[in-house]
């Protein structure tokens, strides 16, 4: 089959893999739809954090093609949403909500078990792992909505929730990427009143506005946190959320969030928390990776009801024999999101 192979540092380019076939009674085949890039390829593709050379991608839609005997919640021609690391849904962990520390568990696309970014994945713990999308004949709209729930319409919505946000809170979000986006929609679907978003990017802006930011903050570091204290009569928001991972920004959603607070920090981490600048105003945080199999469901209603819409953070649409182009678009700033049409339904 064709898939997406990272060879290092720059290079994602198409290649072949195997064909993948059931190796366990519990795995699943699935027939990839649409997959896409996300942020924290990126790292990998700049060199910024380690990845093996192979599979790639952790992100997909699609329709199971094949089950393994010991499955008997999902059968061929299925529709399923695939959270980004499988989880058998029943162990001391996944019981208590931390699907991604499943004591069987992994992650999709690690460079040596298939990833998203390929026409078919081998999913294991399968019927643990994907979602299940009820009716038919669904539009491309929802299905690219479908798609961000696999991630990062998951993971903003982890923020809002590590962060207590709730009826008629202000909240600020840091970073405009898909992830920040989605964290604002999350926290408008919450309840928060006001919502401030940091950006400086006018497309990723208004999409923010859409997705219910009521402000919009252009600037960074200290003037950011003074714009947002300013705006917030000197208290600071009810809740920050963190959705980028660098110093600047970790220290931008601790400086804004007032005290008694917590921060929602989603980014993956590369920099320092600063405890030491936090403790005396009894600011917390919490957060890390989203068990997204868990949000799943909730946020396919909403999906499927039309009250969210959050595939409208792909802005940059092309096919699995362009998935460099794909890489090279989000590495340039010049998309949010990129979307990898790999197959139909």
């Given amino acids: 089959m064709r898939a997406a192979i990272f060879r290092g ?6 290649g072949e893999r195997p064909d993948p076939v059931i190796q366990a009674q519990t795995d699943a085949i699935v027939r990839v739809v649409l997959a896409c890039v996300c ?11 380690p990845h093996a050379v192979g599979s790639i991608g952790h992100e997909f839609i699609g329709v199971v093609e094949e089950i393994g005997g010991g499955i008997d919640t999902l059968a061929p021609g299925d529709l399923v949403v695939a959270p980004f690391i499988f989880s058998d849904m029943s ?19 690690n460079g040596t078990f298939d990833g998203g970014q390929g026409e078919a994945v081998r999913v294991p713990l399968a019927a643990g792992t994907l979602v299940p999308v009820p009716g038919a004949g ?16 998951s993971t903003g919505h982890h923020a809002a929730l590590s962060a207590g946000v709730s009826k008629g809170d202000t909240v600020a979000v840091v970073g405009d990427g898909a992830v920040g986006l989605c964290a604002v929609l999350a926290a408008h679907r919450l309840g928060a009143e006001r919502i401030i978003a940091l950006s400086r990017h006018p497309q990723r802006q208004r999409l923010a506005r859409e997705f ?16 947002v204290l300013s705006l917030t ?10 959705c980028v991972g660098t110093d600047q920004a970790i220290e931008t959603a601790f400086a804004v969030a007032r005290p008694g607070s917590t921060v929602g920090i989603v980014g993956v981490p590369h920099g320092q928390v600063p405890f030491a600048t936090t403790f005396f105003r009894n600011v917390g945080w919490r957060g890390g990776p989203a068990p997204a199999r868990i949000y799943i469901p909730d946020l396919l209603d909403d999906v499927l009801a039309g009250t969210i819409d959050p595939g409208r953070v792909f802005d940059y649409d092309t096919d699995l ?8 678009a989000m590495d340039q700033r010049r998309a949010v999101k990129s979307l990898i049409r790999v197959g139909s339904l």
């Fill in 9 to 14: 540092p720059g290079a994602v380019e198409v």
């Fill in 39 to 49: 942020g924290s390829d990126l790292w990998y593709f700049r060199g910024e954090s």
């Fill in 91 to 109: 162990c001391a962990h996944c019981r208590n909500g931390s699907t991604i520390s499943c004591v069987q568990g992994g992650s999709f696309g």
């Fill in 138 to 153: 669904h539009t491309d709209g929802t299905l690219r909505s479908l798609l961000a729930l696999s991630d990062v319409m």
């Fill in 212 to 227: 219910g930011a009521t402000d919009i903050v252009e600037a960074r570091g200290q003037d950011a946190n003074e714009a």
């Fill in 233 to 242: 009569d000197g208290v600071g928001v009810d809740a920050a959320l963190e």
């Fill in 321 to 328: 024999a362009h998935v460099a182009d794909a890489y090279a």
